[in-house]
């Protein structure tokens, strides 16, 4: 989430009740989490595994829970005692909650010949493109771009919250939700079939690219990037973080973990499993997905297995 004008380092010590260390004088663009930071963003760690990433990161500002660290050259740390809370207090200074009071928010933007069938809603600074078509009950929330030429149909959610929990198993309360100020884009020709959800950035862009379709039922996690042209099939979940390649195919009911790569081209057989990054122009099948051809030679192997048990005993 980039802020309105970049803030100073004082001024969000002041906010978060922080303690600086390092460079005092800088001036903040935004707030992302650690797998999508540019230079100018702010970031939080509440964890050791993960200091030295975040520390050596893109990110300029981070939020961390300890001073016991080395501080690389020109870059600014704030101390607190719970960086997630602090990263609470920013999004919700920056990205309050305000109910909407009207089922097409005021701040849309609409272009030439698109069409809202019945009972669409529209959250608060939605772009809508040319030539578009979104059929009812159709679910628009805040801050989700759409392109030219794109189709939605019926009972799609575009731009739910993040499925993204503070799980520290020390907490006395419930797992507490990680606030989502990111957003979704739709390029141009994108076609998102019935009841599927596209989850927004938690503090950046869920994209998918333009040409991309989009069968029903499909679940697409918080700052996925799907590249042009590709083909989801039914059922298919991709959770967050991860990225496909231009032109991948998904089959039906195929599952893919999270923060890993599909490369350009690879096309992954119905009901796989897809738990490390793939190399594209290859078929991958099973769980976990390996390529095809192995794959089915191995399955050939297990169904023989009794015919050669036998045999062994009969030796």
Not at 225 to 253: M, P, Y
Not at 267 to 278: E, K, N
């Amino acid at each position: 989430m980039q802020f309105p004008s970049p803030v100073s380092t004082k001024w969000i010590a002041n906010l978060i009740q922080a303690k600086i260390a390092g460079n005092e004088d800088a001036m903040i663009k935004g707030i992302n989490e650690i797998h999508k930071v540019e230079a100018g963003d702010l970031v939080f760690v509440d964890h050791p595994k993960y200091y030295d990433t975040c520390l050596n990161s893109a990110a300029d500002f981070i939020i961390i829970n300890t001073l016991e660290v080395i501080i690389p050259t020109g870059k600014t740390i704030f101390f607190v005692e719970d960086p997630f809370e602090a990263y609470l207090t920013i999004v919700k200074y920056f990205k309050p909650f305000s109910a909407t009071q009207q089922p097409i928010n005021d701040t849309l933007i609409i272009g030439e010949n698109s069409i809202l069938m019945p009972k669409v809603f529209v959250g608060k600074n939605v772009v809508i493109g040319k030539n578009c078509l979104i059929y009812p009950n159709v679910t628009l929330l805040d801050s989700t771009i759409i392109g030219d030429n794109v189709i939605i149909q019926s009972g799609s959610v575009i731009g739910g919250d993040a499925f993204y929990y503070n799980t520290k198993k020390n907490r006395s309360q419930w797992y507490k939700k990680m606030l989502s100020c990111g957003s979704v884009v739709l390029e141009d020709g994108v076609e998102i079939g019935a009841g599927c959800t596209i989850d927004k950035g938690v503090t950046a862009e869920t994209r998918i690219g333009a040409g991309t379709k989009i069968d029903n039922m499909v679940h697409i996690g918080h700052d996925v990037t799907i590249g042009k042209n590709c083909l989801l099939a039914a059922q298919v979940g991709i959770a967050g973080g991860t990225v496909l390649e231009d032109g991948v195919t998904l089959w039906g009911q195929v599952g893919v973990n999270k923060t890993i790569t599909i490369g350009e081209n690879a096309v992954v057989m119905g009901q796989s499993g897809v738990t490390h990054s793939l190399e594209g122009g290859k078929t991958y099948l099973g769980f976990p997905a390996e390529l095809a051809g192995e794959k089915r030679r191995e399955l050939i192997w297990i169904k023989r297995i009794p015919e050669l048990w036998k045999k062994m005993m009969e030796s």
